[in-house]
């Protein structure tokens, strides 16, 4: 199975900062990774799948960049409803796996 | 709109099984697949497998297979994830998600939260 290394676990951030979030995939995944957002007791939501294509209804203030093993998401200018924890997937192959979130805390 | 609806919390004992659904609206349902999705509590998301719609086609994580059947109602537009032999590891919400472009998930249900208790 692809593993998938998300970093950090957790950060702190104020509201209007750069947030940048990675994640590792421990073989070549070409573009097929995806950002999920979840915030607590509700289901995740897709931001951004393909490495960089924003799903409908994302703020642009999110983006996704990378290709093969190594991706990042960027949420500039943090606002309040972005604090969650964030879940990179790889969809390269079955099983698709998930890296194991990133909290995103004030 | 798109909307997936799944059924309410189950409680069962160890070694019995759980049937879970999810009704989908708003969307040509065949035309799609559906994947489903564990969260244990304070945990992360582990994929379980997906189903082709239209014709009940499904794949599952190897960790799964034997015991997970994903199943498909075209009349209804409902997915059914079947899981037997629950052990106190199970517990957890059990999420539907419609597959989508790179075989990401674009909408989910709300969840599920499957309790196995004795």
């Known amino acids: 199975d692809i593993q998938m290394t998300q970093s950090p676990s957790s950060l702190s951030a104020s509201i209007g900062d750069r947030v940048i979030v990675t994640c590792r995939a421990s073989?070549?995944?070409?573009?097929?990774l995806n950002w999920y957002q979840q915030t607590p007791g509700k289901a995740p939501k897709l931001l951004i799948y393909a490495t960089s294509t924003l799903q409908s209804g994302v703020p642009s203030r999110f983006s996704g960049n990378g290709n093969g093993t190594g991706f990042s998401l960027t949420i500039s200018d943090l606002q309040p409803e972005d604090f969650a924890t964030y879940f990179c997937q790889q969809s390269f192959t079955m099983p698709l796996t998930f890296g194991a979130g990133t909290k995103v805390e004030i | 709109q798109v909307q997936l609806v799944q059924s309410g919390a189950e409680l069962r004992k160890p070694g019995a099984s759980v049937k879970v659904s999810c009704k989908t609206s708003g969307y040509t349902f065949n035309t799609f697949g559906t994947a489903w999705v564990r969260q244990a509590p304070g945990q992360g998301l582990e994929w379980m497998g997906w189903?082709?719609?239209?014709?009940?086609?499904?794949a599952y994580a190897r960790k799964f297979q034997g015991r997970v059947t994903m199943t498909t109602d075209t009349s209804t537009s409902t997915v059914y994830m079947e899981l037997r032999g629950l052990r106190s590891n199970d517990t957890a919400v059990y999420y539907c998600?419609?597959?989508?472009?790179?075989?990401?998930?674009?909408?989910w249900g709300q969840g599920t939260l499957v309790t196995v208790s004795s």
């Open positions: 998600a419609r597959r989508n472009y790179y075989d990401s998930s674009d909408f």
């Open positions: 189903v082709t719609n239209s014709n009940g086609d499904a």
């Open positions: 073989q070549d995944i070409r573009k097929y």
